[in-house]
């Protein structure tokens, strides 16, 4: 049986000491892990000062990024800045890592988005190096879009032989590279090739139980060790006069992605999830849906 594992997405706060409140109230309150985008456009915090922060206020609660976006970083760059926060937190990091997808990102740094098979090798290659510079004594690796030779970076991370990587994946490619390569697989809808969102045609039950036969499927043997998960993007009782929900939901119904209902229902679809379907690791999305969540992390954390 999977062990429940709670996340929360926390986006920003109004001082440092504000974001440690936020931090200590997640801990407290059953969650393992604070997490933090990563998009160059919206009011956010920089995941690597903002997950610093966190881990320092904190004793127990765990770090990450949903997700990394790796075109924004070489990944030496990464794997040194990540070795270093998981010496200093402890030992609390996951490495959350995708391709980078949002157009207005790319636009307003004036970066090239490329197609979705070039991010989607260019990833391929990241998590190589990420893994290799993680690893004892120095890595060399020579592929179509990184070079890296006889580099031999320090501190190394606490946690052997590396930090958990967790991968976002919607689409095809993605999911059977986050089970070839991931510790941790976050379930999402397919991102439109454009960046300009996700593509809503892709959601509901069937589509989310046939990602998770793709992950099963290129896992092989290592899917037993294979943590997997998803985002909650909505929480507690949808109001009538809520003319946001039903366009915004609707890909969602039926799915743990929307988690309707009394406590009870909320806390008895995630146990089908994850009894039936394997999901055990839940994201809150909106930090709106704090009240509502709360009491159910703090019933099924750990169980």
Same mark, same amino acid.
């Given at each position: 049986?999977?062990?429940? $594992?709670?996340?929360?997405?926390?986006?920003?706060? @109004?001082? =440092?000491?504000?974001?440690?409140?936020?931090?200590?109230?997640?801990?407290?309150?059953?969650?393992?892990?604070?997490?933090?985008?990563?998009?160059?456009?919206?009011?956010?915090?920089?995941?690597?000062?903002?997950?610093?922060?966190?881990?320092?206020?904190?004793?127990?609660?765990?770090?990450?990024?949903?997700?990394?976006?790796?075109?924004?970083?070489?990944?030496?760059?990464?794997?040194?800045?990540?070795?270093?926060?998981?010496?200093?937190?402890? /030992? $609390?990091?996951?490495? #959350?890592?995708?391709?980078?997808?949002?157009?207005?990102?790319? +636009?307003?740094?004036?970066?090239?988005?490329?197609?979705?098979?070039?991010?989607?090798?260019?990833? /391929?290659?990241?998590?190589?190096?990420?893994?290799?510079?993680? /690893?004892?004594?120095?890595?060399?690796?020579?592929?179509?879009?990184?070079?890296?030779?006889?580099?031999?970076?320090?501190?190394?991370?606490? &946690?052997?032989?590396?930090?958990?990587?967790?991968?976002?994946?919607? #689409?095809?490619?993605?999911?059977?590279?986050?089970?070839?390569?991931?510790?941790?697989?976050?379930?999402?809808?397919?991102?439109?090739?454009?960046?300009? =969102?996700?593509?809503?045609?892709?959601?509901?039950?069937?589509?989310?139980?046939?990602?998770?036969?793709?992950?099963?499927?290129?896992?092989?043997?290592?899917?037993?060790?294979?943590? %997997?998960?998803?985002?909650?993007?909505?929480?507690?009782?949808?109001?009538?006069? @809520?003319?946001?929900?039903?366009?915004?939901?609707?890909? %969602?119904?039926?799915?743990? &992605?929307?988690?309707? /209902?009394?406590? &009870?229902?909320?806390?008895?679809?995630?146990?089908?999830?994850?009894?039936?379907?394997?999901?055990?690791?839940?994201?809150?999305?909106?930090?709106?849906?704090?009240? +509502?969540?709360?009491?159910?992390?703090?019933?099924?954390?750990?169980?």
């Amino acid at each position: 049986m999977r062990r429940f $594992r709670f996340g929360a997405v926390i986006r920003q706060a @109004e001082s =440092g000491r504000a974001w440690a409140e936020k931090a200590r109230r997640l801990e407290g309150a059953g969650f393992d892990v604070l997490l933090v985008p990563d998009h160059l456009t919206g009011d956010r915090f920089a995941p690597i000062a903002a997950l610093t922060a966190a881990a320092c206020a904190t004793g127990r609660l765990r770090v990450g990024t949903l997700v990394f976006a790796n075109d924004f970083r070489h990944p030496a760059v990464l794997a040194k800045e990540a070795a270093t926060l998981d010496v200093l937190s402890g /030992g $609390r990091l996951e490495v #959350g890592i995708g391709t980078g997808w949002m157009a207005a990102d790319y +636009a307003g740094a004036g970066l090239r988005l490329e197609p979705p098979g070039v991010r989607v090798e260019r990833l /391929g290659e990241a998590l190589t190096v990420l893994k290799g510079l993680w /690893g004892d004594g120095p890595f060399s690796f020579d592929g179509r879009h990184y070079r890296v030779t006889g580099l031999d970076q320090r501190p190394k991370p606490v &946690q052997r032989p590396r930090p958990p990587l967790v991968i976002g994946a919607g #689409g095809a490619r993605m999911l059977r590279l986050a089970a070839r390569e991931a510790d941790v697989v976050n379930l999402a809808l397919r991102v439109l090739p454009d960046g300009s =969102g996700p593509d809503v045609r892709d959601g509901g039950p069937a589509a989310l139980e046939n990602r998770l036969a793709v992950v099963k499927e290129a896992a092989g043997d290592r899917y037993p060790r294979l943590e %997997l998960g998803t985002s909650v993007m909505a929480v507690g009782e949808l109001k009538a006069d @809520e003319s946001w929900s039903a366009a915004r939901t609707a890909p %969602l119904e039926g799915t743990p &992605q929307l988690l309707l /209902g009394t406590r &009870q229902d909320i806390a008895d679809q995630l146990r089908h999830w994850r009894d039936e379907h394997d999901l055990s690791y839940f994201v809150l999305h909106h930090e709106r849906d704090l009240p +509502a969540f709360e009491p159910v992390a703090e019933e099924l954390a750990g169980t």
